[in-house]
């Protein structure tokens, strides 16, 4: 089953608005949250990443926010430009032994100019 | 620092035949993973290789392998190909830091097409 559930699948936002994405998961075990930025034709480029032990991580106009209880963590562009349209990835992983990433299924963000 | 390098970019096999894809990690990486990319799956890890030993492996069937040199460099092969295996291969590399998780650069990918 999915274990990292991401939302929306597709994200419509005007140039200098705020672009929301949503991730939950359900295994406690995982302890490093990444987001990935992908366009098409290049492989994913990791975009900020996050550890449970923080509950928001600012990079630029990107931040992570991050809610342990609730088992939910997102990504928020501020200032959002054209060239932030791709497809981001949230994804989880554990910190010893199996630390392969779980991705979820992606959300495409469009800005519209 | 170069960057993951994986060659080819593009490959087309017909049904049946077998493939193998390359990776260079980033120098000094010594863990390396590979992922398979597809519109209805996303994306799936297929396997780890650090030191030359598998050390982790995904949900995929036999046909799927890999392996690691001593250089870090990994291949994967793909055998009895199905059309199903049309997928863009993504290989990451990861510098390995007492187990833990640590960020994971990928490379640009083969886009693999089965005829």
């Known amino acids: 089953q999915q274990q990292v559930k991401q939302s929306p699948q597709s994200l419509i936002v005007q140039k200098g608005g705020i672009s929301i994405i949503n991730c939950a998961y359900e295994n406690t075990a995982f302890d490093y949250f990444p987001w990935y930025q992908q366009f098409p034709g290049k492989g994913p480029a990791l975009l900020i990443a996050i550890r449970p032990d923080v509950s928001e991580k600012k990079e630029g106009r990107f931040t992570i926010s991050f809610n342990k209880s609730a088992k939910q963590f997102s990504l928020h562009i501020m200032d959002s430009q054209p060239g932030d349209s791709a497809t981001y990835f949230c994804a989880a992983s554990m910190g010893t032994g199996a630390n392969n990433l779980f991705f979820g299924t992606g959300t495409r963000l469009t800005v519209i100019p | 620092k170069a960057g993951v390098t994986q060659t080819p970019r593009y490959l087309i096999k017909t049904r049946g035949q077998q493939v193998t894809l390359s990776c260079s990690p980033i120098?000094?990486?010594?863990?390396v993973s590979w992922y398979q990319q597809t519109p209805g799956q996303g994306l799936q890890f297929l396997f780890e290789y650090f030191s030359e030993t598998q050390r982790n492996k995904g949900n995929f069937p036999g046909r799927f392998s890999g392996r690691q040199f001593s250089n870090s460099r990994s291949e994967m092969n793909v055998s009895t190909l199905e059309l199903g295996d049309s997928a863009l291969y993504l290989c990451?590399?990861?510098?390995?830091?007492?187990?833990?998780?640590?960020?994971?650069?990928f490379g640009q990918g083969t886009r693999l097409t089965v005829v």
């Open positions: 120098s000094g990486h010594r863990s």
């Open positions: 990451a590399s990861r510098p390995i830091d007492r187990g833990v998780s640590t960020e994971a650069f």
